[in-house]
């Protein structure tokens, strides 16, 4: 089958990437590899990331053709990359398939950061359970990103005290973790927000009281936009805000 005369004509790689992509997330593989392999042979200049990315394609559409993985030559890291490939095409069950082919915990952690990063939050966390002991008991750079995503899925739930006990923790084992300080400052304006708003609600304070009170508010309010914009927290793409659940949609939206 031909491709459209733009595309034929067009040889710019970031397009390429993107047309390859398209075709793998619409179940077009084989027309995906033909023409990996036809791009890849053409006798003209190619930069080293673009070749790396047609190597890493290439391999994800021989898996998504059922070529055993063992038939292929991937490295330990080649395998991470991956993870993060297929997860960022939307081709979760493919990554599962290559954590459960090499069943480790740097794999393991790699999806989870990877699902959350591209908005897949209730995998990862759903995820993240099984890492709980590990969580406690390593110090990785691996391990203390899972505990920062394991804090942020607290703060978005609204858990804002269990949320700060990790973020604090994260501070007193790296002072320099910036993003860890601003999670707990967000976590306690935050829970000071709603034991205020909860008190007008319970207490139907007097008038000079429910004045002070919003004046109270609108001085945590303030200062939690400052907090939002150092960016401590993490941000989604359009494309991968789609993959969010309803609540960190409305958390986000809170916070921006």
């Given at each position: 089958?031909?491709?459209?005369?733009?595309?034929?004509?067009?040889?710019?790689?970031?397009y390429?990437?993107?047309?390859?992509?398209?075709?793998?997330?619409?179940?077009?593989?084989e027309?995906?590899?033909?023409?990996?392999?036809?791009?890849?042979?053409?006798?003209?200049a190619?930069?080293?990331?673009?070749?790396?990315?047609?190597?890493?394609?290439?391999?994800?559409?021989?898996l998504?053709?059922?070529?055993?993985?063992?038939?292929?030559?991937?490295?330990h890291?080649?395998?991470?990359?991956?993870?993060?490939?297929?997860?960022?095409?939307?081709?979760?069950?493919l990554?599962?398939t290559?954590v459960?082919?090499?069943?480790?915990?740097?794999?393991?952690?790699?999806?989870?950061?990877?699902?959350?990063?591209?908005?897949?939050?209730?995998t990862?966390?759903?995820?993240?359970?099984?890492?709980?002991?590990l969580?406690?008991n390593?110090?990785?750079?691996?391990v203390?990103n899972?505990?920062?995503?394991?804090?942020?899925i607290?703060?978005?739930?609204?858990?804002?005290?269990?949320?700060?006990?990790?973020?604090?923790?994260?501070?007193?084992?790296?002072?320099?973790?910036?993003?860890?300080?601003?999670?707990?400052?967000s976590?306690?304006?935050?829970?000071?927000?709603?034991?205020?708003?909860?008190?007008?609600?319970?207490?139907?304070?007097?008038?000079?009281?429910?004045?002070?009170?919003?004046?109270?508010?609108?001085d945590i309010?303030?200062?939690?936009?400052?907090?939002?914009?150092?960016?401590?927290?993490?941000?989604w793409?359009?494309?991968?805000?789609?993959?969010?659940?309803?609540?960190?949609v409305?958390?986000?939206?809170?916070?921006?």
């Open positions: 089958m031909g491709y459209s005369p733009f595309c034929e004509n067009n040889k710019s790689e970031s390429r990437e993107i047309y390859l992509e398209s075709l793998i997330r619409s179940g077009e593989i027309k995906a590899l033909s023409r990996i392999q036809e791009w890849t042979a053409e006798e003209i190619k930069s080293s990331s673009f070749m790396e990315s047609m190597s890493q394609l290439s391999i994800i559409c021989q998504r053709m059922n070529v055993p993985i063992m038939d292929l030559i991937l490295s890291i080649r395998v991470a990359e991956l993870i993060h490939r297929t997860v960022a095409l939307g081709l979760l069950d990554a599962e290559l459960n082919k090499y069943p480790d915990n740097y794999h393991q952690s790699e999806l989870i950061q990877s699902l959350y990063k591209h908005g897949y939050v209730s990862a966390k759903e995820k993240l359970t099984s890492f709980h002991k969580l406690l390593e110090k990785s750079c691996s203390l899972l505990n920062f995503i394991s804090a942020e607290l703060h978005d739930e609204g858990r804002y005290s269990e949320a700060a006990e990790i973020f604090e923790s994260l501070v007193i084992s790296n002072p320099d973790m910036a993003r860890a300080r601003f999670g707990a400052a976590c306690y304006l935050l829970d000071a927000i709603d034991n205020l708003t909860g008190r007008i609600t319970i207490y139907n304070p007097s008038e000079e009281d429910r004045m002070r009170i919003e004046r109270y508010l609108s309010t303030q200062s939690l936009q400052i907090i939002t914009k150092s960016g401590w927290h993490t941000v793409s359009l494309e991968q805000q789609r993959n969010l659940p309803d609540q960190v409305e958390q986000s939206a809170l916070l921006h």
